[in-house]
C-alpha cells in the first residue's frame, strides 16, 4: 500500500517535471527568439546611423532619439541574456543533483 502511494507520488512528480521543463523551454525558446530580433534591430540601426551620420551636417533629434532606442534595446538585450543565463545555471544544478523541487522554485525566480 505505501509502496504504490510512494509510485503514485513520483509519477505525479514526473508529470509535474516535465510539465515545469516544457515551460521552461518555451521561455527559453521566446527569450533566444527575442534577443536575435532585437540584436538585428540595433544592427538595423546601427547600420542606418552609419548611413545618415556623413550626410548630415549638423546633429538633429532623430540621432538622439536612435542612440536612446540604441541603448533601450542593449540594455533589454543584457536583461535577457542575464535570465536565460541564470536559467541555464538552473538545469545544471538539477543535472548536479538538485530535486525537481526545488529546482522549480529556483526557475520561478528566474522568470520574476
Known amino acids: 500500500m505505501e509502496l504504490q ?5 513520483l509519477a505525479e512528480e514526473r508529470r509535474n517535471w516535465r510539465v515545469a521543463c516544457e515551460n521552461d523551454n518555451k521561455k527559453m525558446f ?6 536575435t530580433n532585437l ?6 540601426l546601427k547600420k542606418s ?3 545618415t551620420k556623413p550626410n548630415m551636417k549638423k546633429p538633429n ?6 542612440d536612446r ?8 538585450i543584457a536583461e535577457l541574456k542575464r535570465r ?3 536559467a541555464q545555471e538552473g538545469l545544471e544544478a538539477e543535472k548536479q543533483g538538485m530535486t ?12 520574476s
Do not use: F, M, Q, Y
Not at 540584436?39 to 538595423?44: G, R, Y
Open 61 to 66: 533629434r532623430t540621432e538622439s532619439v536612435k
Open 30 to 35: 521566446v527569450a533566444r527568439t527575442k534577443i
Open 49 to 51: 546611423e552609419l548611413t
Open 39 to 44: 540584436e538585428a534591430h540595433v544592427e538595423e
Open 69 to 76: 532606442e540604441l541603448a533601450g534595446k542593449d540594455a533589454e
Open 84 to 86: 536565460l543565463r541564470k
Open 5 to 9: 502511494a510512494s509510485e503514485e507520488t
Open 100 to 111: 525537481p523541487w526545488r529546482l522549480i522554485c529556483v526557475l520561478k525566480n528566474v522568470t
